[in-house]
């Protein structure tokens, strides 16, 4: 199928959060799919909260459950893989791509909405 996969999503989804964030109406719509804690002024920091998301979890891709970085389930890059795979084929690649990284940013569940600007991330 033509689906995206994800390595797929995770490539496209810069060039579509660059154009759909080249306006204020973008970026509020990127902002409520992000939940961010507050409206973003750019999609640099969403771009940056997924990039960082995706490298550290490819970083810690360990085959036991662990808690270095964040909390991850065990093998997490194939759990974003599955994530990502268990949407409809056209469903959205931004959302796609965010759902992904909440698996990195929000495993335990407990998370009212990230801080993308200021970085949510220690790490
Ligand atoms: C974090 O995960 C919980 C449980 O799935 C969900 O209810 C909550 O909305 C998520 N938080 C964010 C900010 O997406």
């Known amino acids: 199928s033509e689906s995206l996969n994800c390595f797929s999503v995770i490539k496209a989804v810069w060039d579509l959060l660059e154009d759909k964030g080249s306006n204020d109406t973008g ?9 961010a804690c507050k409206t973003v002024h750019s999609v640099y920091p969403l771009a940056l909260w997924l990039r960082a998301a995706f490298t550290t979890t ?7 459950p662990a808690n270095f970085m ?7 890059v194939k759990e974003m893989c ?11 690649v931004i959302g796609k791509a ?4 909440s698996l990195y940013y929000n495993y335990t569940g407990d998370q009212k909405c990230f801080e993308v600007e200021g970085g949510d991330d220690p790490h």
């Open 27 to 35: 970026l509020l719509e990127l902002s409520k799919t992000f939940r």
């Open 58 to 64: 490819a970083m810690v891709d360990y085959p036991t």
């Open 70 to 76: 964040m909390n991850l389930p065990a093998y997490p």
């Open 82 to 92: 599955k994530i990502i795979d268990s949407f409809p084929a056209e469903a959205d």
């Open 98 to 101: 965010f759902a992904a990284a």
